[in-house]
């Protein structure tokens, strides 16, 4: 059942409004300045969990629940990590980074995700917040908070659902599978697809920061230039001259950067408004989590037709 679920996320009808991204903090963005990436040690699944911040009502934590755990099993199947030495424990500081996006309850200070506990060996944590505002057109943001100090990844992660779009109790088929998408798009920027991390991207087998993975244009386009997508576009539009790929120039500062350009991706999953249209998770993004040094794909990924060109 969980499989044909996760097929879910591909092809779908988005509706509501559209997710956003969240600038990380200047404290997070100088942890990137000394990392120390261990390039022999081994590949293995992605572990996510999720935390409720707030006690949403039982209808809404079922809704929440269905859709985050098919979201998480997506990306634990098919993402490979190089895993940190250490739990992740919640300090001060972190809770300070979340403040005035999501602020963390004082009893969660000094909790520790312990990597012996089964099935909460957690390699990235998201806290889930929840609001009802139908005057905020947003139905979900989400942002990376910490990062790795050895590897750069996102190990703490934030994701604010406005529930004024997501009523349980008149929610479609349809409905359901365009919140599924949501979920997807939002862990994919916890995940590091933000535009504040790529100057950062390195080289995951030798931990080379790549020099000039991205620039802009006369016309403040964001062109990520690293080399698997470069190459990607190179391939699907058959020109060996493309040397960089635009990202969303509009839409806000939530949006323009951390998202690929509409006009150009149309139906791709990280674009970043609405559309009436199916859509998928393409190689582009999956390129894109590869390029960032901190993720490389299962090959069974390829083997399941989850895939678009």
């Not at 020099?211 to 698997?228: C, E, G, H, K, M």
Request: include cysteine.
């Amino acid at each position: 059942m969980l499989e044909k679920q996760l097929l879910f996320i591909l092809f779908i009808l988005q509706t509501t409004c559209s997710p956003s991204a969240r600038k990380l903090s200047e404290r997070t963005l100088r942890k990137l300045d000394s990392l120390s990436v261990n390039t022999s040690a081994p590949w293995e699944p992605l572990r996510v969990t999720f935390e409720y911040v707030n006690d949403p009502n039982t209808q809404t934590r079922t809704f929440l629940d269905s859709i985050f755990s098919i979201a998480g099993v997506y990306f634990q199947k098919h993402l490979l990590i190089r895993r940190s030495s250490s739990s992740l424990t919640v300090t001060e500081t972190i809770m300070s980074e979340f403040q005035g996006f999501i602020d963390l309850p004082s009893d969660m200070l000094s909790k520790t995700y312990d990597t012996d506990l089964v099935l909460i060996k957690c390699y990235q944590v998201f806290y889930v917040s929840t609001m009802n505002n139908d005057s905020d057109n947003t139905l979900a943001s989400c942002a990376p908070i910490d990062l790795d100090s050895s590897t750069g990844r996102p190990v703490f992660a934030g994701i604010l659902w406005n529930m004024a779009y997501s009523d349980p109790t008149t929610l479609t088929n349809v409905g359901f599978e365009a919140q599924l998408a949501t979920a997807v798009h939002e862990m994919l920027h916890g995940l590091g697809f933000v535009s504040d991390l790529f100057s950062k991207f390195y080289d995951s087998v030798d931990g080379t920061v790549y020099t000039n993975s991205s620039s802009t244009d006369a016309n403040s386009v964001i062109l990520l230039q690293t080399p698997r997508v470069v190459a990607q576009a190179q391939k699907h539009f058959a020109c060996s001259d493309i040397t960089g790929v635009p990202m969303e120039n509009e839409g806000g500062s939530g949006t323009a950067g951390s998202h690929w350009e509409r006009a150009l991706f149309y139906n791709e999953m990280m674009t970043g408004s609405d559309m009436v249209s199916s859509f998928a998770i393409t190689d582009f993004t999956l390129q894109l989590l590869q390029d960032s040094g901190q993720y490389i794909q299962q090959l069974q990924i390829l083997s399941i037709g989850l895939l678009h060109s």
